[in-house]
């Protein structure tokens, strides 16, 4: 009975090394793909944005002041008035804008709401996110030279010479050149994002409304009324910073964003 | 003289690697614009074509070792990409531009309609002397796009990477000079074989100089070679193998064509030093 359990070694089958372009069609992918799985474990593996704090800037009497140039058009104006105590509904305002958040704006919106338009001499301005740098540097009195197109609203202008730090005189001849012709320009801008995107859904919560998009950060959810540590109930790890947004957050760390947005539905429901 | 035949590996092993990392990019860049209309493909990547090129890495490298902050547009996903390609790159060269880069494959897709449209005539239109005095024009835009982009923060490439336009055709963000590099690219895709990747690709020319030192390389055995110039007609890149023993030339793009797993046919003699015998 035990000879039966033996292999000649004539029925041995030798085992073929695999060829080196098979090993390579194995390793190539498991390398990429398993080395973005340690950057996302690790909170490396962000896709959204560089970073949101912006640049400071290097040299000079400003050096280590946040550099205005480097807003983004994904900035949100709730990041700018983290950044540059500047109130989002200042800026909102300055710009037209009329919205329940609007710290959840973003500078791109502007070039989105204004674009190319007509300018008091009948010049070709841009309103855009070159204005809110504009803007930014001109209430706070940091230093930026604007590009010669850039447009502003004639609400924003008027907010800079009420409340804005002093600019010189050159800067304000420029500034009073780049007023757009249009002098009554207004944007609903909830309106409009509901009405071209269906996907947004909103919440209302006891305090406040919170509009879920791919762009919804933690200081939006905790401006609709949640606390830090319900937030972190539903993640069930400490949150991230308040400008990080919710959805890269949860990617980052392996966990359901649409598991997160309806627990964070619930609790604002339930208040 | 008696040799012993090499077993030819399918071509469809590095095809189905570049295919997949292909689709993956494209439907990554079609959800970036359809997230913007509130529509997202499950289980794909809505980031940006920034946020998925190791090449954002190497004009940021600077800034982000200098100051901790990334050039606007830039991603740190990009500079993880440029971790990831580089240690495939110490390990087996620039197996990124010959297996991974989107972009790399569209070219030699091309270049395979164009074998069929010109024949032996094909990818021999650059002498080689000017070929490679070209392919060293890579490091020209390595220098320019880093220099610039670190002086002014903006990405000076992006207006005339063929790259971006590809797969921002639909998005009207292309830039016209942004166009034409396309559609010179697919042109002279049609004659040259890769000729973004030879002449003009920065990443390319990061990824180049790997070849001198990558763990596991490319190696002729001269004492088994049959000198029939298989491994010549074989390189995308115009690389003479069988003048060499080990390729440390800087165009090698570690795809792999020229070894015995492909084109030439004795086995073990144009080959991949891998650890444990196996090539």
Known sequence: METSWRCSVSETKKIAAPSATMVLAVVIPVIMFGGIGIAQQAGWWQTERGTATPATIQTGDFAGIYDPADIRGSSTFGEIETYFALPADLIAQAFGIRTENPAGVTAKTVDELYGEVEGISGQTLDVGTDSVKLFVARMSGIPFEADEITGMPESAIDTILTLGAGMSDEERTALLASAVADRSQ????????????????????????????????????????????????????????RTEVVRTFAEANGLSYSTIRTEIDALLGQQ | MVYTKSKRQSPWIRRTVQIVFFVLIALGAVNHTLEEHGIVIPWIS??????????????????????????????????????ITGVLAVLFGPVFCGWICPFGSLQ??????GKKLFGKRYNTLV???LDRVLSYLRYVVLGWAVYMTTVTGVLVFQPYDPYYALFNLWTGEVALTGYIALGLVVGLGLIIERPFCKYACPMGAVLGVSNLFRVFGIKRRESSCINCKLCDKACPMNIEVS??????????????????????????????KLPGGAA
């Open chain 1, 186 to 241: 207004e944007f609903e801008i909830l309106a409009a994002a509901e009405e071209e995107d269906h996907e947004t859904t909103t919440t209302t919560g006891g305090t406040a409304t919170l509009a879920w998009t791919g762009q919804t950060t933690f200081g939006q959810v905790l401006a609709a009324g949640l606390s830090q540590e319900q937030i972190e109930s539903v993640l069930g790890i400490p949150m991230g910073g």
């Open chain 2, 108 to 113: 030699e897709w091309i270049g395979k309609v």
């Open chain 2, 46 to 83: 809505n980031a940006s074509l920034h946020a998925l090129c190791p090449f954002g890495g190497v004009v940021t490298l600077w800034q982000f070792l200098t100051t901790g902050t990334l050039v606007r547009q830039i991603h740190l996903s990009a500079v993880v990409l440029l971790g």
């Open chain 2, 243 to 272: 003048g060499k023993g080990r390729i440390l030339d800087h165009r090698c793009i570690s795809c792999g064509e020229c070894t015995s797993d492909r084109a030439c046919p004795v086995i073990k003699t144009v080959e991949w």
């Open chain 2, 127 to 129: 002498p080689a002397k």
